[in-house]
């Protein structure tokens, strides 16, 4: 008897510890608290997050095939008809491996990120319903599951919490197809219960697996839900009244989830792209936080209020779970209301082919380009070995150290959100040349003025371009390549001048002297004027440029004896009238001071 009493003893504490190892490696997971999202010592944490958009599930208008093939299907079966089935095989292959690196998690730490969501694609982890040999059946795909154990061992490392995302379910959860490679010709999610078991399924297998990793921040059950579910309505399902099939569903992937999973954040998104929550309530999780996505629409107390109204009611925490897409001065705005009502966010996406809007641009090749217009016009159709190279080559400009990074961008995602003033883009050294698009970065009417600095389309009916050349940098100032060849060009230059607007540089004179300023113009009309400003103070009279031509027929014009005295010196080049052209400055020492 003294022998079971003791080994009942030790068996108690053996499971005591256990539990107690269990809740000291969960220590940093985080959970739902009222309204807010807390970690486990009960610390408020605001996620400030990054969207893997596009590694696991491609969509059309980030590989600028969205004309032609617009789903990752439609993608995937014009490379197969270019290079065949195993060269695909391959190009998918790399498009994995490169796309999101452990270098991209470091980056992401460095810039300020404590999260990233990761969009999954089913088809990564279990076969599609029609290729399963038995009805029901759920056969699991290695792939998947091991790429997501590498992400969340990079992001442990770096303390960023990983949130994952269904994104594209099986079948596709919505209309606008590209999002979740939704196939019309077959069952939606919405159509099929064997779809609808799968994904049950699979969200059961991807909690067993992570159910203890404390550097998962939860699971976005299904993302971007755009489905009518009553006949003849919307269908996007924007008017859905009650949501019925998807609140249900929910509640299927919630019950597989706590049979394994306990801990972890469960995310949920409404219909309509995200967010329409009718039916959806009341919960029926005390582990639940409301996702809303936010776009192309003001950034006024007014454009999170329903959101806000939510979380009072319910008392249940909100987050931003996708957004971006815009201007720097937007990302800043938006960020700001968000963290200034304790909201976190997660912006979209991290990487984009020939695209300023992200952190990174892929690079376009000028083979993939060849594609491209191959697709989109026809043509002789390129060989396999020219395709196949095209391809890998586009694929090897994925990997983040052949991106191009756009400091600009993070400065406004994090810096600009706390700190209204300007930070030179550049080291700007005088004498020398200043390229014209290397003003400083900071907000509209600080590092510059511009007319048009965001698209609120959502609100206004109008999209607005506001870097109209959509080159270079994600500000208001409109930049495009230049042709000019003059070799003191850096390859852009600032156009669409409008009256009034101006760019400020923070120069670092070495001699105080009277410069003479060359300015690099093309103007296409006659009558435009600039100005030079030092500090604040008038150092020029209006100039006038005369007419060049064209809009890209370059000249000089030089403004002598500027006073500029040793040290940093802001300047600011101003449109008293608009229309030109501007590429460079090049400051001289006068020759009579």
């Known amino acids: 008897m003294i022998k079971e009493k003791e080994l009942k003893v030790s068996s108690l504490i053996l499971f005591l510890l256990l539990i107690g190892m269990s809740s000291a490696l969960f220590a940093q997971g985080l959970k739902a608290d009222g309204k807010r999202i807390i970690d486990q010592n009960g610390t408020n944490i605001i996620l400030r997050g990054m969207g893997l958009g596009g590694w696991m599930i491609q969509e059309g208008y980030m590989l600028e095939t969205s004309s032609f093939a617009n789903t990752q299907s439609k993608i995937k079966a014009k490379i197969e008809d270019l290079i065949g089935p195993l060269n695909t095989e391959a190009f998918y292959d790399a498009w994995l491996a490169n796309h999101c690196t452990k270098k991209d998690i470091d980056s992401l730490a460095v810039w300020g990120f404590n999260s990233i969501r990761v969009p999954l694609h089913y088809n990564l982890f279990t076969l599609p319903i029609e290729k399963e040999s038995v009805v029901s059946k759920n056969t699991w795909l290695s792939k998947g599951f091991t790429i997501t154990d590498s992400l969340i061992k990079w992001c442990s490392e770096k303390k960023i919490y990983v949130i994952l995302d269904l994104h ?26 064997a779809n609808k078991q799968k994904t049950i399924a699979l969200w059961g297998r991807l909690a067993e697996r992570y159910a203890n990793e404390p ?55 409404g219909n309509g792209w995200g967010n329409n929550y009718k039916g959806l309530f ?35 925490p909100i987050w931003l779970g996708e957004s971006g897409e815009n201007s720097n001065q937007w990302f800043t705005d938006a960020i700001q209301l968000v963290e200034n009502n304790n909201i976190g966010w997660a912006w979209w996406p991290l990487k984009k082919i020939n695209s ?115 080159a270079y940098r994600n500000d208001g100032v409109d930049i495009e390549k230049t042709d000019d060849v003059n070799p003191k060009s850096k390859g852009y230059n600032i156009g669409w ?30 009558g435009s004027k600039i100005r030079l400003q030092v500090n604040g103070i008038n150092v020029s009279n209006i100039v006038e440029l005369p007419l060049t031509g064209t809009k890209q027929s370059w000249n000089d014009i030089v403004i002598n ?21 501007i590429g460079f400055m090049q400051f001289s020492i006068s020759k009579v001071n």
Not at 171 to 191: C, F, N, T, V
Not at 226 to 242: K, M, R, Y
Not at 402 to 421: E, P
Request: aromatic letters at 12%; a negative charge.
């Open 497 to 526: 001048t409008v009256d009034g607007e101006w760019m400020q540089y923070t120069l670092e004179v070495g001699l105080s002297a009277n410069y003479d300023v060359a300015i690099r113009y093309a103007a296409s009309i006659s």
């Open 282 to 316: 009341p919960l029926w999780d005390d582990n639940l936080v409301i996702s809303f996505h936010k776009y192309w629409n003001y950034n006024d107390q007014n454009a999170i209020e329903p959101y806000l109204k939510v979380r009072n009611e319910y008392n249940v």
């Open 215 to 269: 550097w998962v921040g939860g699971y976005d059950l299904i993302n971007e839900t755009n489905w009518n579910f009553t006949p003849g309505e919307n269908p996007n399902g924007l008017v859905e009244a009650s949501n019925t099939p998807l609140r249900q569903l929910y509640i299927d992937i919630t019950n597989a989830i706590r049979k394994v999973d306990k801990k972890h954040i469960i995310f949920i998104e």
């Open 168 to 193: 594209g379910a099986p079948g596709g959860q919505g209309h606008d197809a590209a999002i979740s490679d939704y196939d019309a010709a077959k069952p939606s999610l919405w159509e099929s219960e």
């Open 356 to 470: 300023i809007v992200g952190p990174l641009t892929i690079k376009k090749t000028d083979g993939y380009q060849a594609l491209l217009s191959y697709w989109q016009n026809g043509g002789v159709k390129p060989s396999v070995e020219s395709a196949k190279a095209a391809l890998m080559q586009q694929v090897e400009n994925l990997k983040i150290e052949n991106c191009l990074f756009h400091k600009d961008v993070i400065d406004a995602m994090f810096r600009q959100v706390k700190d209204s003033a300007t930070k030179p883009f550049a080291l700007l050294k005088v004498p020398g040349i200043v390229a014209a698009t290397d003003y400083d970065m900071g907000k509209n009417g600080k590092a510059y003025f511009d007319t048009d600095i965001a698209t609120y389309h959502v609100n206004t009916g109008k999209h607005t371009s506001w870097n109209r050349g959509y």
């Open 561 to 581: 004896n500027i006073k500029l005295l040793k040290g940093t010196q802001r300047l600011r080049l101003i449109f008293e009238k608009g229309g030109a052209n």
